[in-house]
């Protein structure tokens, strides 16, 4: 069969001999409605565990995980982790089993499906999902795509150069900064909720070894522009239209993370607004100053200057102002399974404020200022205690 961007699933790999080596791959998709100030996210997760017994059906994989959050009425975080029986979970890409190393070059065609819980399926313009667990339910269509790189949408990614060298026991992919989409939202508890519109669905995915031991993730697109056309095909067309009245998209993750045999802090930053790709990589020796980090502050801080010093961004603010917009933590994969101790916790009402500059005769001018509401703001592992 045809092969397809790492957004698609894959095959575990064989394990390593005398060693209780364990592999996951796991999806993560999250839809902001800023009109109905509405937040879904829908995470689903398959593990291979040391000496447990996995099926072909199910990618190779011998347990699985559903996680459904969203943002409430009065702004809390719900989070809900479920664990489909393994029996029940199928996994195809291309109408066939995974295999085990999709190659970067065509759209993703997969599908990943538990019996009696939901099934989400990716083509390569368009996809559909459809979950149910006890506490809540969800149901969404969405359509066209902001990739991160145009020019090479199903190769590039987050990784920059290291994508390819072997050297990433945990790999990261963004398939969509925004796309398109209508969906319905059911929550089952005492007060249940019920929400339905249409909003922006942003998509990525991990795969590999195992989350590194201390992470922060932050994530979000401003309200729809006044100025620009309608969503149409899921891209934003910017035209003559000043960047302040354009949508911006931004995704940041940061943390201790290993490459090759070291582990040290590294940072990805990339936003998104017309026809504008800016990426910062400390990997690409561009620098990035921690300003705060603070789970108990419930705030990001952040500088970044381009390595050829000729851009440069102010995360001035990605900050929670109640605590109880956090929700409970949820769980990812380890060695022993998947555990919620410590997991991360997340919030889907942090307020985000960015600055970019571009120096022009030697000059900084500021040529985008935008507020992000209903942003994503995560803190995993050890940074739960900053």
């Not at 961007?5 to 791959?25: A, G, I, K, N, V």
């Not at 996680?67 to 989070?79: A, F, M, N, V």
């Amino acid at each position: 069969p045809a092969l397809a961007s790492p957004f698609e699933p894959r095959e575990p790999p064989p394990p390593w001999p005398f060693q209780q080596s364990s592999f996951f791959d796991g999806w993560f998709l999250r839809l902001v409605d800023h009109e109905n100030k509405f937040s879904f996210c829908l995470i689903l997760g398959s593990l291979r565990e040391h000496g447990k017994p996995c099926t072909r059906a199910s990618g190779g994989y011998s347990s699985h995980f559903v996680g459904i959050s969203y943002l409430d009425s009065k702004g809390k975080t719900h989070t809900y982790n479920f664990f489909p029986d393994p029996r029940a979970v199928s996994i195809d890409a291309n109408g066939a089993p995974p295999v085990r190393r999709p190659s970067r070059s065509t759209p993703p065609n997969f599908r990943w499906s538990a019996a009696g819980v939901g099934e989400l399926l990716v083509q390569p313009e368009s996809g559909t999902l459809e979950f149910s667990v006890p506490e809540a339910s969800v149901k969404a269509k969405f359509h066209g795509r902001i990739p991160w790189s145009r020019s090479r949408p199903n190769k590039d990614g987050p990784e920059g150069w290291l994508a390819g060298t072997g050297l990433l026991p945990l790999h990261y992919f963004v398939h969509s900064f925004g796309s398109a989409a209508e969906y319905e939202f059911e929550a089952k508890h005492d007060k249940a909720e019920k929400c339905s519109g249409s909003g922006r669905l942003h998509m990525e995915c991990n795969y590999g070894d195992m989350f590194p031991h201390a992470w922060v993730w932050g994530q979000g697109c401003s309200r729809p522009p006044t100025m620009a056309t309608h969503l149409g095909d899921g891209s934003i067309g910017s035209g003559d239209i000043p960047a302040d009245f354009q949508q911006l998209s931004f995704v940041l993750t940061g943390g201790q993370f290993r490459i090759g045999p070291l582990t040290s802090q590294a940072w990805v930053i990339a936003l998104r607004w017309g026809d504008e790709e800016w990426n910062f990589r400390t990997t690409d020796l561009d620098e990035v100053t921690t300003l705060q980090l603070s789970r108990k502050a419930r705030a990001i801080r952040l500088r970044a200057l381009s390595r050829c010093k000729t851009r440069l961004l102010e995360v001035r603010d990605v900050l929670v102002a109640p605590e109880h917009s956090f929700g409970k933590p949820i769980a990812v994969p380890t060695h022993k399974g998947w555990s919620t101790s410590p997991g991360c916790v997340e919030s889907y009402n942090a307020a985000a404020s960015f600055r970019c500059y571009h120096k022009e005769h030697g000059q900084w001018q500021l040529i985008l200022e935008k507020q992000v509401p209903l942003a994503a703001m995560e803190f995993g592992g050890a940074y739960q205690s900053t």
